[in-house]
């Protein structure tokens, strides 16, 4: 099969190849599934140049997500069928025309609606479900605070909170986003800077906010925690800035502030195989429908990925929205 991997880790031009990759045979319980569309992400990157802890080790074909259609079963599988549409496994080598992957791994997906809004399910729409509802319990009414709201998970984090009766401030960095997320059924959007707690205040009419979600890490880090009532919380779940998080002492502990990390896996423990599968069906019925829906800067073919990888490297109207990967597309 084509696909996209490292062979050690480095840069995009230095390690990133495009050829031959051999999937393998299919063994008793396991599945061949073509790739519909799949994701770029930020972490994607990392993981080429091996700079996040838990990148796959060389040699790996990259990609985190996505969405495919079953084309052979092995033997022993009689839950799956032939042309059936999947959520493919995290991590599990999206970047590729066909990969093979154990049957129980695979998650059934909506047969409608568009391949490439369905690829951001197993990641970045069940990233935002976890974070709204698994971090800090809030009630209806109560308000939730995040960054990068612009994102993928960040329009998700939007729809996911109007459905629970939660409102929502969301911190962009250019204005001309402000109407565009007031109209995917943000309650509030504020432009960042060093105003940002007076901005927030002025939007919510000062009522208290308990939880920050942060995409983008060091000095953004202070200005949500800023935002933040006694007892608050901040989720750290990205490294946009690429800069450590930067919040002064005295003021975690004169509010009693929290400041922790998320990470997936940490908060699927507690999901069955069931209620995992039940949960992405869910969001994929509303990614289906259009209710979720993140913003597609741009689809390559898999020949293209180095330009797709260089596409989101960029920031603000340079890369307004995600990078989706079309492996079975041809020119």
């Known amino acids: 099969m084509r696909a996209a991997f490292y062979r050690h880790h480095g840069s995009i031009d230095q390690a990133l190849e495009v050829g031959d990759w051999d999937i393998g045979a299919l063994a008793p319980g396991e599945v061949r599934v073509a790739v519909e569309a799949t994701p770029v992400h930020y972490g ?27 084309l052979e079963l092995g033997p022993g599988i009689d839950t799956l069928r032939v042309g059936q549409r999947v959520f493919l496994p995290r991590k599990s080598g999206t970047w590729i ?32 479900q976890l974070l709204v509802t698994k971090v ?16 993928s998970c960040g329009r998700f984090i939007i729809g996911i909170a109007r459905e629970l009766g939660l409102r929502t401030v969301n911190v962009v960095r250019r204005e001309a986003l402000v109407a565009d997320l007031l109209a995917c059924g943000a309650d509030a959007v504020v432009v960042d800077g060093e105003d940002l707690p007076e901005r927030v205040a002025e939007a919510t009419g000062g009522a208290p906010l308990r939880f920050a979600i942060d995409a983008i890490a060091g000095a953004a880090t202070t200005r ?11 989720a750290v779940y990205g490294l946009m800035s690429q800069q450590p998080c930067q919040v002064p002492a005295d003021l975690l502990f004169l509010r009693d502030l929290r400041l922790q990390g998320y990470f997936m896996p940490h908060y699927e423990r507690g999901l069955s195989l069931a209620e995992r599968h039940a949960l992405l069906w869910r969001l994929g019925e509303r990614v289906a429908s259009g209710d979720l829906a993140a ?14 990888c260089r596409h989101e490297l960029r920031s603000g109207s340079d890369r307004d929205g995600k990078i989706i990967l079309l492996p079975n597309a041809r020119p």
């Open 295 to 308: 913003k597609i800067a741009a689809t390559y073919r898999l020949d293209e990925v180095r330009e797709a």
């Open 97 to 128: 025309e066909q990969v093979r992957v154990a049957a129980d791994r695979l998650a059934p997906a909506p047969e409608h609606g568009d391949p490439l809004q369905l690829s951001l399910v197993p990641v970045n729409a069940l990233t935002a």
């Open 224 to 234: 949500l925690a800023r935002c933040l009532d006694t007892h608050g919380t901040v």
């Open 44 to 70: 994607d990157l990392l993981y080429i140049e091996g700079r996040l802890a838990n990148a796959p080790p060389p040699p790996a074909v990259c990609g985190s997500e996505g969405i495919g259609r079953i």
């Open 136 to 151: 800090v319990t809030l009630a209806p009414g109560d308000w939730l605070l995040q960054n990068a709201a612009n994102s």
